[in-house]
C-alpha cells in the first residue's frame, strides 16, 4: 500500500462535532413536556459519557479527541435546555391545530384521495419521521398551524399540491 493512504497521525485534525437540528435564526426553541424530558436524559447520558472518558488513561490522544466531541455536544445541549420554550399540550384550544397536536388530514383531491396522514407538531430536537413526529418549522407542520377542526387546507408537497381536510387534534 502507498504511504499516501496510510495515517501516521491523526491526532491533529479537528473532530467532527454533529450538529444539532436546525433551528432558524431567532425562532424560539419549543419543545413539549417529553421533548425537554428527552433532552434532560441526553444531557445526563452525554455527562456519564464524559466522566466514563476522563477517567481512562491509556490513550491520551483518544482521551482528548473524545473531550472535544463531548464538551461541545454537552456546550450545544446546555444551550438547547437553556433556550427551552415549555409548551404544555393540554393547553392549547382543541379544536385548532396548534405545537404539541396530533393532526389527522384526510386527503380530498390531489396525491391519493382517501389517503389520511396522521402526525404531532414537536420540538426540532424530537422530531422523528419514523415516529410520526413532525417539527414545527417543517413546512406540513406550518401549513396546518392555526387551522381548524374540519376545514380544508392547501398542501404544497414537492411540485404537487393536495387539499386536505382536518379530521382530529388531539393533545
Known sequence: MSRAFTKEDDSLEAPIIPPRPA??????????PQGLE?????????EAQRTQVE??????ADRTRQLTVLNAQLGALNQRIATAKLVDPTTQPTD?????ATVTLHTHSGGKPG???RFTIVGVD???VADGKVAFIAPIARAVVGIHLGKTVTLRLGPKE???????IAY
Open 96 to 100: 385548532e391545530v396548534r405545537f404539541g
Open 162 to 168: 393536495e387539499v386536505v381536510e382536518v379530521t382530529s
Open 126 to 128: 424530537e422530531a422523528s
Open 55 to 60: 477517567a481512562n488513561r491509556e490513550n491520551e
Open 115 to 117: 389517503q389520511e396522514r
Open 23 to 32: 433551528l432558524p435564526p431567532g425562532t424560539p426553541n419549543y419543545v413539549t
Open 38 to 46: 428527552q433532552l434532560r436524559a441526553e444531557l445526563a447520558t452525554l
